[in-house]
């Protein structure tokens, strides 16, 4: 019976698929992000989500799996029992997130970026300190205050435009386990810094796979 079978096979073999989907997970462990096609980066997340549990595991035999899946052992094995999973060591899943970048010029094919969360160039944090800094020179006040005023106008105010903004404050603070303070000097080291180095992101689709 063939019940339980149906996965992307991407128009490829089975062998240049897996090839494929090694070289991606081996790219998005060493750059936190890449930006490849959207069905790809559905197909990496699974695998990368299990990865990041080998890492967590830490035993021999978690170290032999990953080893012989992933490649660039040198800068890879080290990354992943090291940093990350520490980095993840009390979150129970979804260590991926999946943005959605348009289509491509061209094939028209659909791109998207996916990324481990919560490293220090996360995507979704980036856009939120990119939201309180234009914020704070629109209104001339601190981080602190615009914050505050947006915690109250999105329980106060139906219709509050920036209720996404709102919502997504605490859920940040809570996942880094920052104060206001920190999340401050956050927006002020995103506006010290050149937008190349903010918006740096390894694309896959330039490389053959």
């Known amino acids: 019976m063939h019940h339980g079978k149906h996965f992307r096979r991407l128009n490829r073999t089975m062998s ?26 559905q197909e990496l997340k699974a695998i990368a989500d299990q990865i990041i549990t080998l890492g967590k595991r830490g035993d021999l035999h978690a170290k032999v799996q990953a080893a012989s899946f992933l490649r660039e052992h040198e800068t890879t094995l080290p990354k992943l029992f ?6 993840f060591k009390s979150r129970k899943g979804g260590y991926t997130r999946i943005h959605k ?14 990324e481990l969360i919560d490293g220090p160039g996360d995507l979704k944090n980036q856009l939120l300190f990119k939201a309180l800094a234009r914020q704070e020179q629109e209104k001339a006040g601190s981080i602190k205050e615009i914050v505050e005023s947006n915690l109250k106008k999105v329980s106060t105010t139906p219709n509050f ?10 859920k940040v603070l809570s996942s880094n386990k920052w104060e206001l303070s920190d999340l401050e000097a956050k927006v002020r ?18 490389t053959k796979e």
């Open 16 to 41: 240049h698929r897996k090839s494929m989907l090694r070289n991606l997970a081996t790219q998005l462990i060493q750059h936190d992000r890449i930006k490849t096609t959207l069905p790809k980066a």
């Open 82 to 87: 090291g940093p990350l999973a520490e980095r």
């Open 101 to 114: 970048l348009g289509n491509r010029f061209g094939d028209n094919a659909p791109v998207a970026v996916i």
């Open 161 to 170: 435009k920036n209720k996404a903004l709102a919502r997504q404050i605490p």
């Open 189 to 206: 080291e995103l506006s010290m810094s050149s937008k190349e180095d903010s918006d740096k992101i390894f694309d896959a689709t330039s």
